[in-house]
DNA sequence: GTCTATAGTCCGATAGAC
DNA sequence: GTCTATCGGACTATAGAC
């Protein structure tokens, strides 16, 4: 994050990499698969943060509430890693392959969400219909909080870019 | 097309690409930024005209309704594509990279509806949760579709995935 | 750790179309 | 005379095979 910050990720090689870690090239695509994978090795608990919460939701909770639930909570631990997390995303805004680096990680998600409904007995498409909006709500609440100066509170934003979608779906 | 559905994507060089189409590796590269790009070069069209369809909508219509219009009638267009666009999607599904690029286009087609709601006095965040909707809406139906082995309507199923979004989202 | 294929960039030259 | 297309060679970095 040091050196992709400092001059890019295009102008950033491997080899500097490796050589700032003390470590040789080859070390450093044994533990990633590629150039880029090294931003979202960390994204993996991340997810199973959100299975396991949308799993370990009452049944009583209907399936778009059970996802905002996860969501909102993934949002508050982000939230805490704030500066951290800012820094993350001003490295990939600035990328084209690292968006879409993220959008595959954020439609394995969603992928993975889909699944964690099917096992509450939601049959398909509401399952992956339930997940990919969630993820949308996920997408921008994100990007308005990583925009603002002002840090507003992150799962708040989420819950209210789900009302927002409902209002607008609702449409006529 | 033709490469890469026969020995797959991972599998061709640009050199052999160059060379069935009677010309250099490095012409390739003056028309196609990358290896990938050469799969999505046509999307440009299909992008312009659910634009100006949003745009060209009747002010009665609902956001919502403009965007899943528009949908209906790109999904119209593909359709008619039939074995093109499912032998360009088995492409797609077979390759990590390809499906990278595919949800990068699909993410600025997203910004691009966003902005024609904008353009119709639709404000922030409603244009953009409204455009992502609609993609989300779109990328389920138009799987189902290209899965299927009996081909559905694929206008049909995208208005078919709207309602289960609305369905769903409704949730409490 | 060594070796290698291939993607992709940068320099430039050439030639036909309008 | 400018625009646009092709082609050539040298080069670097990524990433895979072993």
New interface residues.
């Given amino acids: 994050m040091e050196l992709y910050s400092e001059r890019g990720f295009a102008q950033t090689t491997v080899a500097e990499i490796a050589a700032r870690a003390g470590l040789t090239e080859r070390t450093f695509f044994r533990h990633f698969a590629d150039k880029r994978e090294v931003l979202f090795a960390g994204a993996r608990s991340l997810q199973e943060l959100l299975v396991s919460s949308v799993a370990s939701a009452p049944d009583s909770v ?4 059970a996802i905002a639930g996860a969501l909102a909570a993934a949002g508050a631990v982000l939230q805490e890693r704030g500066e951290y997390a800012k820094q993350r995303q001003a490295i990939i805004a600035a990328n ?1 392959e690292l ?3 993220e ?2 990680k954020l ?1 394995s998600l969603a992928s993975a969400l889909a699944e964690a409904l099917r096992e509450r007995g939601v049959k398909e ?2 399952a ?3 997940a ?2 969630g ?3 996920f ?2 609440a994100f990007e ?1 909080w990583a925009a603002e100066t002002d840090k507003q509170d992150l799962p708040r934003l989420i819950r209210d ?2 009302e ?9």
Same sequence: chains 1, 2.
Avoid at 62 to 65: E, G, H, L, S, T
Avoid at 164 to 172: D, I, K, P, S
């Fill in positions: 209907a399936p778009i509430d084209t968006q879409e680096r959008l595959i439609a498409p509401a992956s219909l339930t990919e909006a993820i949308a709500v997408k921008i308005r870019s789900l927002e979608l409902r209002a607008v779906t609702a449409g006529h």
